[in-house]
């Protein structure tokens, strides 16, 4: 069973920064994407950065030069540095991963619970 564990969200003032961090844990062999997506009430889940085990990259166009996704291969691990943070970017954030499980392989695509990110003064 794979999964994956959020945390770092909380409350911060506009232009403030808050970084979000994700972990792998389980039977993984690899993650082939790992990355993060968010949800505002009323509105529909968006895709926000994503970032493959080579390093390429993909973000969201609201969130370019704003946002930083970087990851960890050795740990499973991806993190969101999140600067110049507007009232906007207010949403549940979760984390996301797709690879292949250790032997008997399976392929698997998790979602986290996701964490708060609040943007107010």
């Known amino acids: 069973q794979v999964q994956v564990v959020e945390s770092g969200g909380g409350l911060v003032q506009p232009g403030g920064s808050l970084r979000l961090s994700c972990a792998g844990v389980?039977?993984?062999?690899?993650?082939?994407?790992m990355g993060w997506h968010r949800q505002d009430p009323g509105k529909p889940r968006e895709l926000v950065a994503t970032?493959?085990?080579?390093?390429?990259?993909n973000y969201a166009d609201s969130v370019k030069g704003r946002f930083t996704i970087s990851r960890d291969n050795t740990k499973n691990m991806v993190n969101l540095q999140m600067n110049s943070l507007k009232p906007e970017d207010t949403a549940v954030y979760y984390c996301?991963?797709?690879?292949?499980?250790?032997?008997?392989?399976?392929?698997?695509?998790?979602w986290g619970q996701g964490t708060q990110v609040t943007v107010s003064s």
């Open positions: 970032i493959t085990s080579d390093g390429s990259t």
């Open positions: 996301n991963a797709y690879g292949q499980t250790l032997a008997p392989t399976r392929m698997f695509n998790v």
């Open positions: 389980g039977r993984i062999f690899t993650i082939y994407t």
